[in-house]
C-alpha cells in the first residue's frame, strides 16, 4: 500500500516542464490525487489557522479549480475539519497529513498542501499571506508591500 519509504523523499521538484499534472499523496500513501494544470496561484500561508492546523511555521498552497483536483485513491480515507465557519480541511484519517482546503471565501477552488505533491507544478510560489502573523521564531523578511 505505501512506498513512503521509498519514493518522494526529495520533494517536488522546481516546475513542471511541459506536463500537465502533478501527482500527489498522504504520508502514508493511501490517499492519492492528481492535479492539472493551469494552477491559480501558488502562494505561502502565514495564518494563525494554517500554522496550527498543519503544526508547522507556515503552509504553501497551491490553488486550484476544484474539477481539477481529482482524488485517485483512498477517497474513503479522507476526513474533514471544518477548522473555521465554512472553511474545510480535508486529511488522511490514517496519518494524518493534511492535503486539501476549501472554504466559501474562496468559492470553486482547492487549495493543495504543495508538500504533499510528487510531481513538480506549473509555477513557483508568488507570494505570502498573512505575511505580518508570521511567527516570530521564523527567519523571515516581512515582502515589500
Ligand atoms: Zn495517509
Ligand atoms: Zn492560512
Do not use: I, N, Y
Not at 495564518?47 to 492546523?53: I, V
Not at 487549495?111 to 508570521?134: I, N, S, T
Amino acid at each position: 500500500m505505501s512506498d513512503a519509504t521509498t519514493a518522494g523523499t526529495t520533494g517536488a521538484a522546481p516546475l513542471a516542464r511541459g506536463a500537465s499534472q502533478a501527482r500527489g499523496r498522504c504520508h502514508c500513501g493511501a490517499v492519492r490525487f492528481v492535479a492539472r494544470f493551469p494552477s491559480r496561484f501558488v502562494a505561502h500561508c502565514h495564518c494563525a489557522s494554517c500554522r496550527r492546523a498543519h503544526g508547522a511555521a507556515f503552509v504553501t498552497w497551491a490553488g486550484f479549480p476544484s474539477p481539477q483536483v481529482e482524488v485517485t485513491a483512498g477517497a474513503g480515507h479522507l476526513a474533514t475539519h471544518e477548522s473555521s465557519p465554512a472553511t474545510f480541511r480535508r486529511f488522511c484519517r490514517l496519518c494524518g497529513t493534511k492535503l486539501f482546503f476549501e472554504s466559501a471565501k474562496w468559492p470553486g477552488e482547492t487549495h493543495v498542501a504543495l508538500a504533499a505533491f510528487d510531481d513538480p507544478v506549473d509555477r513557483a510560489p508568488q507570494g505570502h499571506a498573512f505575511a505580518a502573523e508570521h511567527v516570530a521564531w521564523l527567519p523571515f523578511e516581512l515582502p515589500a508591500p
